[in-house]
Structure formats: structure tokens, C-alpha cells
């Protein structure tokens, strides 16, 4: 019997004993789990996001600013957004030129968020606006539509990967092997790219927006003005005129829209609509899926739609 109790009495204090340390664990864990979490991080436009995605990889995912077919332009940036960046790790934009709406924002990100505007960059090509018979580009000194040339594209992974590297270290070999392989991807599809272009490079067209210059030089394409059109403004008549005046002196018959200016509105200021054809590129992919394969897909997208002009039996 004396046997017995002496068995109780020592798993209870076996059980005190332990007890605490057991607690101390438990508490701890929350925070160990923490210390082991993937960085957040915001990307403002799609492109950028895809850039980001692909280098986070199956570590994490990145959240996406401007969602659906809205535009850079036409973005309000509302409390929700400012909750979603000042509750993120690092916050990955192209530039103030372009994300207007961040200007405001970043001053008051917390003390441990990192805001990286991807145009600065080491390797970043930044190019002027298209030398176009039209005036009135609206970014200011240069374009920022920077993503549209995959070399640039690459220079952007490089250093998505440097800063998530630094955010996350002990990932840092998982972020290298993504944008490796990513780069590899962009390098390849831009060759294909090359291969169904080419044949093409002196077809005059003219686009609505000036968003495409980086696209143009990568690719020795021969666009011959950009309107660079707010659509909220009306166009003088004297603009019309030289637009029109434009497209028959250099023989223009592809002429692009895209989220900036409708096919409809392009329609309404052609003095013969019918003696070209209108088709609409897209430098965000707004009606694309965001995720790893958007920037490529967007790519992609141009080439084709340019391409489907350029081939056209009637041009």
C-alpha cells in the first residue's frame, strides 16, 4: 500500500514539475510560428504582382492592389488599401510617376515596411515618352510603363529577389531558384516573341496611349505616334485634324486602343474608321487571372494583337 501512494505522490509532483514548461511552450509557439511566416507583401498592379508571385513562389502569396480592369489612372486609393499596405512587410511598386496614389500613402507606412519602387532598380532601362506628332504625355519625364520591356522585367525579378532575400533569409536559396527559373521563362517567351514580330518591323501603327515604347524598342517595331489621350478630356479640333492628318501621310491602317481610350471613342474622331482597323492592346492585363503567369500572358497579348493587324488581308 505504502508502495502505491509513493507511486501517486511522485507522478504529481512529476506533473508540477513539468507543468510549467509545458505552459512556457505552448505560449511560445504562437511566436515561433510567427518568426516562421512568409513576409507580406503588397504589389500595386498586376504585372508587378506576377513579377512578385513568381519569385515568392509556393512560400507565400503576395496581395494585389488594384484588382478587375481598373486602371493606375483611374485608381482612388480608399482606407481599406491603406490598412492592406501599412499591415505589409514590403510593399513592391513600379514608381511615383506611375502609382500616383502612393505619394500620400508611403510617408506613413510602419517603421518595418519596405516600399520598393521597382523603376529605380540596378539594370532598369527608363526610356522617354514615344517622340510623337501629339503633345500632352501625362507620367512627365520619362515612361513608366517600364515592365513592358523584358529586359527590364528581368532586372525587376533580380531585385524582388534581393529584397526578399533580406526580408527573409532563411528562404533566401528558394527565392534564387524562382527567379531563376523565371528569368528563363521571361527570356524564352520574349525569343518567341522576337520570331513572330520580326517579319513585321516596318508596319507604321499608331496607338492611343503612350505605353508601349519599351515594347517598340524591344522588339524594333515601327510605331510612328502615340496620342497619349486622357479620356476624360475632348480633344480640340485642330488634334483631330492632325491625327487624321497622321494616319494618311505615313499609310496607317493598324490603330490600337486600350483601357485609356475604347475602340468606340477612337471610332468617333477618324475621318475614315473604316479604311483602318481598330484593335485594343493592354499593358496591365486587366481581363487576365493575377499570378505568376500574368506578365508573360501580357506579353503574349500584344504580340498577338499587333500581330493579328499586321497579318491582316486587307492592310
Not at 262 to 281: C, F, G, H, Q, W
Request: overall charge negative.
Amino acid at each position: 500500500m505504502r508502495n502505491y501512494f509513493t507511486a501517486i505522490i511522485f507522478n504529481i509532483i512529476i506533473l508540477l514539475v513539468m507543468s510549467p514548461f509545458a505552459a512556457f511552450s505552448e505560449e511560445e509557439k504562437p511566436d515561433a510560428e510567427k518568426k516562421s511566416s512568409p513576409p507580406a507583401v503588397v504589389a500595386t498592379i498586376k504585372p508587378i504582382h506576377s513579377l512578385v508571385s513568381a519569385v515568392m513562389g509556393e512560400i507565400g502569396k503576395p496581395e494585389l492592389l488594384i484588382e478587375g480592369q481598373v486602371s493606375e489612372h483611374d485608381y482612388t486609393f480608399k482606407p481599406s488599401d491603406m490598412k492592406k499596405v501599412q499591415s505589409a512587410d514590403v510593399v513592391f511598386f513600379t514608381s511615383m510617376d506611375l502609382e500616383t496614389f502612393l505619394v500620400q500613402a508611403i510617408p506613413s507606412l510602419n517603421k518595418g515596411t519596405l516600399a520598393v519602387e521597382l523603376a529605380a532598380s540596378d539594370g532598369v532601362t527608363r526610356q522617354a515618352p514615344l517622340d510623337s506628332e501629339f503633345d500632352g504625355h501625362e507620367h512627365g519625364s520619362y515612361d513608366p510603363h517600364i515592365w513592358l520591356s523584358p529586359e527590364n522585367a528581368i532586372a525587376m525579378v533580380k531585385q524582388i529577389k534581393k529584397i526578399l532575400a533580406m526580408k527573409d533569409p532563411k528562404n533566401r536559396g528558394i527565392y534564387e531558384m524562382n527567379a531563376k527559373k523565371y528569368i528563363s521563362k521571361i527570356s524564352a517567351s520574349s525569343e518567341k516573341i522576337t520570331l513572330k514580330l520580326s517579319p513585321f518591323k516596318n508596319v507604321p501603327f499608331i496607338s492611343f496611349h503612350d505605353a508601349y515604347g519599351y515594347f517598340v524598342k524591344s522588339y524594333g517595331l515601327n510605331q510612328v505616334a502615340a496620342v497619349s489621350l486622357n479620356p476624360e478630356s475632348a480633344l480640340g479640333a485642330e488634334k483631330i485634324s492632325d491625327i487624321n492628318a497622321v494616319i494618311k501621310r505615313k499609310h496607317v491602317y493598324c490603330v490600337f486602343a486600350d483601357h485609356s481610350y475604347n475602340e468606340d471613342s477612337v471610332k468617333k474622331i477618324l475621318n475614315n474608321p473604316d479604311r483602318v482597323k481598330l484593335a485594343t492592346l493592354d499593358p496591365l492585363g486587366g481581363g487576365l487571372e493575377k499570378g505568376e503567369g500574368a506578365y508573360i500572358a501580357i506579353l503574349d497579348g500584344i504580340a498577338n494583337n499587333l500581330l493579328s493587324c499586321f497579318t491582316d488581308e486587307n492592310r
